[in-house]
T-cell receptor, first 115, second 111 residues
């Protein structure tokens, strides 16, 4: 399978703990995106990378959130001191834009539950 | 800022009936437009996309969508719905690195 993969698929943690999620994009894709999706809503943009550079961050991305893409391949999203409001599905997507198109392909997501 | 509206939160159709899911966008120019489908607990699967050219776009699983600039709409259609089409459907716009999703329409298929 050469699609976007995410690990873990599910994470249950206690409030105040730190969690880290991993995303492996499609291999030739230079852009990688993180989204958050809460129940009954569409995905909301968090941040994106072009190669290893983090080019944009949403206001939704508080100081407790940090994302990295150290070698321009896989990415990690860390949430420190988790809160119950962080419970959501965290989606990763990747793309390889051209001059005429840009299509994002999504992974299966990591569902976070904060107790 | 661009935005996407999916007016129908939940739609129920009988298996074999036709389907139309509505999507309206708000943006000064024509953004890229997408429809994604999401099964429970899963990620999003791309159904189809519109960038330019022919305003009637064909996608996977027998879906199509029509871009209407005058109505700022990009409605998704399928002539005959299958039980396996039951899922959540999201319309999205993309412009200048900014991807916005609608709140989604949940499709239930009656036997």
């Amino acid at each position: 399978d050469t699609g976007v993969s995410q690990d873990p698929r599910h994470k249950i943690t206690k409030r105040g703990q730190n969690v880290t999620f991993r995303c492996d994009p499609i291999s030739e894709h230079n852009r990688l995106y993180w989204y958050r999706q809460t129940l009954g809503q569409g995905p909301e943009f968090l941040t994106y990378f072009q190669n290893e550079a983090q080019l944009e961050k949403s206001r939704l991305l508080s100081d407790r959130f940090s994302a990295e893409r150290p070698k321009g391949s896989f990415s990690t999203l860390e949430i420190q001191r988790t809160e119950q409001g962080d419970s959501a599905m965290y989606l990763c997507a990747s793309s390889r834009p051209t001059t005429s198109s840009d299509t994002q392909y999504f992974g299966p997501g990591t569902r976070l539950t904060v107790l | 800022a661009q935005s996407v509206t999916q007016p129908d939160i939940h739609i129920t159709v009988s298996e074999g009936a036709s389907l139309e899911l509505r999507c309206n966008y708000s943006y000064g120019a024509t953004p890229y437009l997408f429809w994604y489908v999401q099964s429970p607990g899963q990620g999003l699967q791309l159904l189809l996309k519109y960038f330019s050219g022919d305003t009637l776009v064909q996608g996977i699983k027998g879906f199509e969508a029509e871009f209407k600039r005058s109505q700022s709409s990009f409605n998704l259609r399928k002539p005959s719905v299958h039980w396996s089409d039951a899922a959540e459907y999201f319309c999205a716009t993309y412009n200048n690195n900014d991807m916005r999703f609608g709140a989604g329409t949940r499709l239930t298929v009656k036997p």
